[in-house]
């Protein structure tokens, strides 16, 4: 099992960045695919981005891509979420989650089911 929580969220105006940052414990963190989601309010929780357990691919949502740079640190046991050029559509609570391999065929790992365990969730308001 892991534990995740996240810091780091605030107000911040368009344009200018902010740095997410997740501390997780457990044994077998280095095991997990770690991802960050967000959710807006009245919208579905979606998908930002993702890195692998040895953290050598990484993976991003096509409305981040280019703007948003996800990393861990396995012997530190962080990630981290490095947010640039913010829009006031990436307002939303962002969460760190991370999970297990699962059939892709079955759930994919950009979809909230691939995920076993989530951190508190930290907010994120871009103004305009």
């Known amino acids: 099992q892991v534990q995740l929580v996240e810091s780091g969220g605030g107000l911040v105006q368009a344009g200018g960045s902010l740095r997410l940052s997740c501390a997780a414990s457990?044994?077998?963190?280095?095991?997990?695919?770690i991802a960050w989601f967000r959710q807006a309010p009245e919208k579905e929780r979606e998908f930002v981005a993702r890195?692998?357990?040895?953290?050598?691919?990484?993976y991003y949502a096509d409305s981040v891509k280019g703007r948003f740079t996800i990393a861990r640190e396995n012997a530190k046991n962080t990630i981290d979420l490095q947010m640039n050029s913010l829009k006031h559509e990436d307002t939303a609570v962002y969460y760190c989650t991370a999970g297990v391999f699962r059939d892709p065929l079955v759930v994919g790992p950009t979809n909230v089911r691939w995920y076993d365990y989530w951190g508190q969730g930290t907010q994120v308001t871009v103004s305009s």
């Open positions: 457990g044994r077998t963190f280095s095991r997990y695919t």
């Open positions: 890195v692998s357990p040895s953290g050598g691919s990484t």
